[in-house]
């Protein structure tokens, strides 16, 4: 019993119609061990949690936990199979209260209670509404439930994100703890400090694999990183990477930015005629940092100066007055769908109250047809935006821009889920706004991106920027490594 | 006990809405007693149970808009069967088919994944053909007892037997479900999906319940029809927007996850009653109308400030 592994997943494979998001997958974990789940944006370690933990049926693979094969048809029987998750997000009911969501699972209250107190939240009553708890806390309840059913394999997801440090330390000594009592623990994670403080071993998947596993010793960050990235096909680079002037008032200053909940302090200036990289894992306080530049969220501490006078915006359409125009990641959100790729790119020109009253057709006519042709958009089915491959819609969401003349470009992660060709077309494009002066702030989830689109590049880790990086030297280890916190040892590339 | 009186502040305060109405509807006329109440409380019972039935889907995050078509069908089922077999299994029959229709709903809209506002639109012009079809003229007619049961006081004067008839049948129905782990479902499942998905709750299986639920108290509202008339009327009547409406005065939110059964039905009557007292103060029933639906937002939107300032103290 000793030899056989207390959860075993091997030859895991799951595709969503072309795109293969797992390859083959595997997984062990001993009795009283702690393994770290690893891998790059991309590599599949969303969509194993989802199968390990019952959410989505695998195409194949197996799965035993303490032995015995677990048909995790859904969390339901993940959870009677003995594998309990503690996800990213709350899984607790935010209209009912916190004995309510207990018995929903079924969860022994008296030992709830007990790992509540030992985690080291105070003054709750089981009679709170969970929708009035602040967010740390429920991520302590949800991991108090867990342990409360008292399973044979916990696994957390991002457990420690937005949690403030004594609550962390917290965390980790109970999972500890109750890994020394023979518990398995599957712990996924970005933070290197974190894995190498509690984490036995981790397992690194890359490109829907596992390609490695790694004992958790002094410098295996390094070997981590590596295993991470692989051998990466390089995208193609961008021939003569002129550093723009960084002189004069910067378009956009931004000083001790912050914004609840991740984004703690983030400063930097972004000058007309620059593309500023922002690179960062996922949840490090970028989407906040967007938010706050296009207006759809308050800052809640810090300033921001545009062109040298301080701004702050109560509403999207100020931002956009204020020159700052969002394109964001996911282009559901910026287009409209049943709509034709004209309307979607004169958008902005009518949606400006003064343009209100009739359009003018023969203007916008030449300056959409303009946008079109310059981003060479197919357009056999312009009739509707939703009908178009996804690389052109992103071509569209931009290319409303370039019809307008933009002073600011916030790109988040803009290429992401497209084609390398289409991707290819869009980085000359985001040069060509800059040298045409404007700013553009892009963030993005492929490393290899910095290199080929900007001039330098802030990397964000837990609401920080932790780095400034030069395109010059920004490749993807010094990225990966800096976007790790591992910033101790720079100067390696 | 203040925590008790915060959870339950709507419905507390609802009942001392209809407590104010009722006494001004003394106010306006002095004899009104007993038989006033009588006629409230039978015209109130159809209302009531297609409440009921639109609260439990609501409460799961759906909502029905076949409700009406539905007690049509069963109020001919049971006109029609009660004229050719006896009463007590007529009245089985009816509340299985009840039943049936609000399960074959949820599976729907369950299997399909087209959105609930959508397959019960659908579903509302096909009951209603099936009602017609059933009996294409108002006929038929029910077992005596039936409609004699909603007659009279209960006990003592002044408590209507039909207001004991749809107390007891809604409890019966609804309280052991909502103190078992299915009403903790469906209050999660309307509350958040995902995350009782995630809390092992069978999201998918809670829906169909739901709706079967919804369709039970369908069918107790065909039958109330069918009692009240002593006839089998295949035309649906007004009981869909006066369902939604009570609903939404009564603390259920549209979205799901919050409210209950006991704050709708007290704003069926509510909304029963104003419609008395504008009568009886003689006022044009167009205007009626009107005053109904001003009443309606401005109780709700006043609820929601007052919930709202609550909770930000």
Known sequence: ?493 | MTALIRKHAWVIGLAVLLALLLALTKLIQPNFGAPGLESLARSALPFAFATAAMAVVVIVGGIDLSVASMMAVCAVTAAVLMERMAGVPALMIVLAVGLAMGLVNGALIVLTRVPDIVVTLAMLFVWEGMALLILSSPGGSVAPWLSGATRGPFLIDGLPMALVIMALAIAIVWLPIRRSKLGLAIYATGSDPLAAFRSGVAVDRTKIIAYGICGLFCAMGGLSLAALTGIGEPVPGPYLMASVAAVVLGGVVLGGGKGGLLGSIIAVFILRIIRTILTLMAIDPNVTTIVEGVIMVGVVMLGTALTLRGARR
């Open chain 1, 1 to 493: 019993m000793t030899d056989t592994p207390l959860l075993d997943a091997r030859g895991v494979a799951k595709s969503y119609g072309a795109v293969k998001a797992l390859t083959g997958a595997r997984l062990t974990v001993a009795r009283g061990e702690i393994v770290a789940l690893m891998g790059a944006n991309g590599a599949g370690k969303s969509t194993f949690v989802k199968i390990l933990t019952g959410a989505v049926r695998p195409d194949t693979g197996i799965i035993t936990i303490a032995g015995r094969s677990a048909r995790m048809g859904s969390p339901a029987q993940a959870r009677r199979a003995g594998l309990v998750p503690v996800y990213q997000e709350p899984s607790l009911i935010p209209d009912l209260d916190v004995a309510a969501n207990l018995r929903l699972c079924d969860t022994p209250v008296a030992a709830f209670v007990g790992w509540v107190a030992d985690l080291g939240i105070t003054g709750l009553r089981l009679t709170d509404l969970i929708a009035d708890l602040p967010l740390a806390t429920l991520r302590i309840l949800d991991l108090a439930r867990a342990l409360a059913s008292d399973p044979d394999v916990l696994l957390l997801d991002e457990m420690t994100a937005a949690l403030p440090t004594d609550l962390v330390e917290n965390v980790l000594r109970v999972v500890r703890a109750r890994a020394d009592l023979g518990m398995g623990v599957i712990y996924v994670s970005h933070r290197f400090t974190e894995i190498s403080a509690l984490c036995d071993r981790a397992t690194v998947l890359r490109d829907g694999r596992t390609v490695g596993d790694l004992r958790i010793e002094p410098g295996v960050e390094d070997r981590a990183v590596e295993l991470m990235l692989g051998e990466k096909i390089a995208l193609g680079a961008r021939e003569g990477a002129a550093i723009s002037a960084r002189t004069g008032t910067p378009r956009l200053a931004i000083r001790n930015l912050a914004a609840a909940p991740k984004l703690a302090d983030v400063s930097f200036d972004l000058h007309a005629g620059e593309v500023l990289g922002v690179v960062a894992l996922e949840g490090q306080g970028q989407d906040e940092l967007f938010d706050v530049l296009a207006g759809f969220r308050k800052s809640t501490a810090g300033t921001l100066e545009i062109d040298g006078q301080p701004a702050r915006f109560a509403h999207p359409s100020e931002a956009i007055a204020a020159g700052l125009t969002y394109v964001p990641g996911n282009r559901a959100d910026a287009l409209m769908a049943g709509r034709s790729v004209r309307e979607n790119i004169a958008l902005p020109f009518s949606a400006r109250p003064r343009n209100w009253g009739p359009i003018k057709r023969k203007m916008e006519r030449a300056r959409t047809d303009d946008a079109i042709a310059r981003l060479q958009i197919d357009t056999r089915a312009q009739g509707e935006v939703q009908r178009l491959s996804g690389g052109n819609q992103q071509k569209v969401t931009i290319g409303r821009w370039l019809a307008t003349g933009v002073q600011t470009l916030l790109l988040f992660d803009p290429t992401r889920g497209i084609d390398v060709r289409t991707k290819r077309q869009i980085y000359p494009l985001v040069r060509e706004l800059a040298e045409q002066g404007a700013a553009v702030l892009f963030y993005t989830s492929e490393l290899a991106e910095v290199r080929l689109a900007c001039d330098r590049a802030i990397v964000i880790f837990n609401g920080r920027v932790v780095d400034i990086i030069d395109a010059a030297r920004a490749d993807e280890p010094t990225l990966m490594r800096a976007a790790y916190g591992l910033t101790a040892a720079k100067g390696a590339a």
